[in-house]
């Protein structure tokens, strides 16, 4: 669905926005009185949420079908947040992790992770600021992870490509935010969004208490950008860890780790 009915109301741009945290931020943004632009690669699910949204809160809903860890698919969205009616907030949420470790994973696979978890979210956010700057408000939030704070899976790339996320929405917030710009870094833990199902990582092992609530992730997220924070972690338990990733000896810390994706055993014969 397209088109500019309600011109003088606030529009975002929600990437990986059929499912999970993505689809969340949707919906909250939407109860919020937001229009939206929503960026995932399944056009029927988009489709789908668009009319839901639509239909509930009378709001305006685009939707672009586009994988972002293609050069087309980026270049669409990077051409929409530069052109039409301004988007006043960018949610770079989509990114993938993998089952596999790195020694194990394919080059292929490892390549697609990088280009999704890390140069989308660079590509996309420059895109968006030149405008905002220029108007001089707006803002930018990049869906990061607690994983990012330390080594909690060793042999995996996914908490290597958080911890990018997180320092550079930190350092590019610096620099925009006397522009009246801010950009924030939102790092949750343990959330519920079928993303570990997809990626076939068994995470059964981990404790009920552990998981979060993407709703949950998303209203903690919008009230740390509302206050200014550029970092925002959601849930005391999670402050605690991240706390701890920082400052406890890595000693220590290897022997908490309970995500096992990443692990390497001997192949035996």
């Not at 972002?68 to 969205?77: H, K, M, N």
């Not at 996914?158 to 939102?186: C, D, H």
């Amino acid at each position: 669905m397209t088109g500019d009915t309600h011109p003088s109301r606030r529009r975002a741009l929600v990437t990986g926005a059929s499912l999970g945290i993505g689809e969340a931020f949707a919906r909250q943004l939407a109860a919020d009185g937001w229009d939206l632009v929503l960026v995932a690669r399944d056009a029927a699910r988009l489709d789908a949420l668009a009319a839901e949204l639509t239909g509930r809160h009378g709001g305006d809903v685009e939707t672009i079908a586009a994988d972002l860890s293609t050069e087309d698919g980026c270049a669409a969205v990077e051409q929409r947040l530069t052109a039409g009616t301004p988007i006043e907030l960018l949610v770079n949420n989509a990114g993938i992790s993998l089952s596999t470790s790195f020694v194990r994973s394919s080059v292929a696979d490892e390549a697609r992770l990088v280009r999704l978890n890390v140069l989308a979210v660079l590509r996309l956010t420059h895109a968006a600021l030149g405008p905002m700057i220029e108007r001089g408000h707006g803002a930018v939030i990049n869906v990061s992870s607690v994983a990012g704070f330390g080594v909690p899976m060793p042999g995996s790339t996914y908490s290597a490509s958080k911890a990018w996320v997180t320092n550079f929405s930190e350092s590019i917030g610096q620099s925009v935010a006397p522009l009246g710009v801010r950009v924030m870094a939102l790092c949750p833990g343990y959330t519920r969004t079928g993303v570990h199902e997809r990626a076939g990582i068994d995470m059964s092992r981990l404790p009920a208490w552990a998981w979060l609530r993407a709703d949950d992730v998303v209203a903690e997220g919008l009230r740390d950008l509302r206050k200014g924070k550029s970092v925002s972690v959601p849930d005391w338990k999670y402050k605690v860890a991240v706390a701890g990733l920082r400052h406890a000896p890595k000693r220590l810390l290897r022997g908490f780790r309970r995500d096992t994706r990443g692990a390497v055993g001997r192949q035996r014969g």
